[in-house]
């Protein structure tokens, strides 16, 4: 089946700093990759989504100049977490579909856990 | 967007019980689908039904979906303790790509 990976796992930060967290389909090219963040005992609300080679859509509420998104390649995208803050604090997950328009297929990665100091 | 509704938001069960949860919606939907999570850790896809379906299994999972009352339930039988995670359910809004998650259902098997 198909893998995508994300890179860290998890990763512990001093406010004010930038993270920079990476999302990457290891057996398929991902027209689509979407991000999602995870708060305690919550579920997943999607932040934003993202297409190779364009400018990622950001959802209603998501700052797009603190949470960074870049789709460089079919098989990378990238989110950083500029200036850092406890509340930024989460469990962030991408997640990459293979075809654009399909809406029955995503791949999840195992989640990159955020804790800022 | 519209997140799902879930039922139980937490259910405790005996291993070998069987486990009921529940999904509910307001979109239209071309599909639905549920995943398992594991404290900590990332999604895995269950099961995914479409709309033309009312009944679907795989293993000890049974998932219905009922469209005329935008409601879905993951059925698990024969209970393990490996079964304690937290369950979603997900669905896109409107034919569009974007997958909106139900608030889950945090299940735990007592051995």
């Known amino acids: 089946g198909a893998v995508v990976s994300q890179h860290p796992s998890w990763v512990i930060c001093k406010s004010g700093t930038s993270v920079k967290i990476e999302c990457r389909s290891l057996?398929?090219?991902?027209?689509?990759m979407f991000w999602y963040r995870q708060f305690p005992k919550q579920s997943l609300m999607l932040m934003a989504t993202?297409?190779?080679?364009?400018?990622?859509?950001?959802e209603q509420g998501v700052e797009k100049d603190k949470f960074l998104i870049n789709h460089a390649s079919l098989t990378l995208s990238t989110l950083t977490v500029t200036s850092a803050h406890p509340e930024d604090s989460s469990f962030y997950i991408c997640s990459a579909s293979e075809l654009a328009g399909r809406t029955d297929t995503q791949y999840f990665g195992p989640g990159t856990r955020l804790t800022v100091l | 967007s519209q997140q799902g509704e879930e039922d139980p938001q937490a259910l405790s069960i005996q291993e070998g019980e069987n486990a009921t949860m529940n999904c509910s919606y307001k979109t239209s939907i071309n599909n639905l689908q549920w995943y398992r999570q594991n404290s900590g850790r990332g999604l895995v896809h269950l099961i995914l039904i479409r709309s033309n379906e009312r009944e679907k299994h795989s293993g000890r999972l049974r998932v219905t979906l009922d469209t005329s009352k935008k409601s879905s339930s993951l059925l698990i039988t024969a209970s393990r303790a490996a079964d304690t995670a937290s369950y979603f359910c997900a669905f896109y809004q409107g034919g569009s790509e974007k997958l909106v998650f139900g608030k889950g259902t945090k299940l735990t098997v007592n051995p």
């Open positions: 993202s297409n190779e080679g364009s400018k990622a859509t950001y």
């Open positions: 057996d398929f090219q991902a027209t689509t």
